[in-house]
């Protein structure tokens, strides 16, 4: 199990986690610092999350995982 702690700023950047996750085999969450834990392939699921502080990228495959974190820093 990967885990990345990435801040997420903006929707822009929750649109490029959901685009990044859509393209992964394997699922990808996103956990906030409340518990709540989103699909980060589903839109509505990832604006339901917390992120007035960073979120935890959680992944089996870490090549997905960087995909995902990478689509943040574009």
């Not at 490029?16 to 990808?28: E, F, P, R, W």
């Not at 969450?29 to 509505?44: P, R, T, Y």
């Amino acid at each position: 199990m990967m885990v990345k702690q990435v801040k997420v700023s903006n929707f822009t950047e929750v649109k490029g986690i959901v685009s990044a996750a859509a393209k992964c085999y394997n699922d990808v969450g996103v956990h906030d610092m409340k518990g709540s834990i989103a699909d980060a392939k589903s839109i509505l699921g990832m604006m339901s999350l917390d992120y007035s502080h960073p979120v935890k990228i959680v992944c089996e495959n870490e090549h997905d995982l960087n995909s995902v974190v990478n689509a943040l820093k574009q």
